[in-house]
């Protein structure tokens, strides 16, 4: 019975020098591998494509598209009795005095202001009338920001793009830098790229007109959890692919509590998540695949109990314990 108690409390000596041995805390054992890039797609950081045609970008004239809800006041010059107030209704219509009512919604203000001479002079009311519309209040006197920065930003004929975000509060961190703008009149959304270099911000930083609505999209982050220097969130680009060792180290690389074989990889795949464990000394060292990290993804970093418990007590809280178990040893025997 001696014997046998004498054969464990050997074992466990051993076990916890074991333990407390650099070697040990150095080379953990390897665990599942996540092999290679993506197999999956996401919506965020698909690169747009871009409007490049100048015409687009920085027309020399813009005529205003009126829309329902706009407030008009209508001039006849040299009539200073004939300057009615009017707003259009939600199907397009103006009333306006002796001629009725007038559909003006979808035209531009040039096609409104002919369009209401025209009816003036055919109802025999002025010859040769010059109307002349302006638009005092309604949708189209805003641009509007929306998605990750949003606002209503009053504009008075032109703004700049750079005005405009400004005004909406800037853009944060997750933000893309793909702007697109969707303008009454232009078929197609307009598509801008801030950039980086600012000796080029003129080329982003194109005019805004009463009407415009900006789309600032989300850009795909990744999440960065537990022992990693400086936790948080990365974000991505569309033209660069991030990969693990990478967001380590932009993280400030790794706390030495961490549990080395035991990452996390969280991902999420339409409706379900899925986890896979890494061993990132081994992907540090070349010996495992460096995954490509996708937009969401999450990594976490445990604590490893043992390097927690030199870290606080020091290695010599361990080598204490063992030689107090070989004490109890020698005494039982």
Not at 12 to 24: E, I, K, N, R
Not at 103 to 110: I, Q
Not at 264 to 288: C, E, M, Q, S
């Amino acid at each position: 019975m001696t014997s046998s108690k004498c054969q464990f409390g050997l074992l466990s000596l051993g076990a916890l020098v074991l333990l407390a041995s650099p070697a040990f805390v150095l080379c953990p054992q390897a665990k599942a591998q996540f092999n290679g890039p993506p197999t999956t797609t996401v919506d965020l950081n698909r690169p747009a494509t871009l409007t490049t045609d100048r015409g687009i970008l920085f027309p020399p004239s813009h005529d205003q598209i009126l829309q329902s809800g706009d407030i008009l006041t209508v001039h006849v010059f040299g009539q200073a009795d004939y300057a009615p107030v009017v707003r259009v209704s939600n199907d397009g219509n103006v009333q306006l005095p002796l001629i009725g009512v007038v559909a003006v919604g979808g035209l531009s203000l040039s096609q409104a202001e002919q369009l209401i001479a025209s009816r003036l002079e055919s109802a025999g009311i002025y010859i040769s009338p010059q109307v002349t519309i302006q638009e005092t209040e309604g949708p189209n006197s805003v641009v509007t920001v929306i998605g990750e920065a949003h606002g209503s930003i009053p504009v008075s004929g032109t703004r700049r793009l750079f005005d405009v975000l400004s005004a909406a509060g800037g853009l944060p961190p997750t933000a893309s830098h793909t702007i697109t703008i969707h303008r009454p009149g232009v078929a197609q959304p307009i598509a801008v790229d801030l950039g980086s270099d600012p000796a080029h911000s003129d080329l982003a930083n194109i005019p805004l007109f009463p009407g415009d609505t900006v789309v600032v999209a989300r850009i795909g982050v990744v999440y960065l959890l537990g022992e990693f220097r400086t936790p948080g969130s990365i974000p991505l680009t569309p033209f660069t692919p991030l990969t693990l060792t990478q967001a380590a180290s932009l993280a400030g690389g790794l706390n030495f509590a961490g549990n080395l074989s035991d990452l996390h990889l969280i991902r999420t795949i339409g409706d379900r998540r899925t986890v896979v464990k890494l061993d990132i000394d081994k992907i540090f060292r070349g010996k495992a695949p460096d995954p490509i990290l996708q937009p969401n993804d999450i990594l976490y970093l445990p604590s490893s109990v043992l390097k927690v418990a030199i870290q606080q007590g020091g290695i010599g809280a361990v080598l204490g314990a063992a030689s107090l178990a070989f004490t109890a040893i020698a005494i039982t025997r």
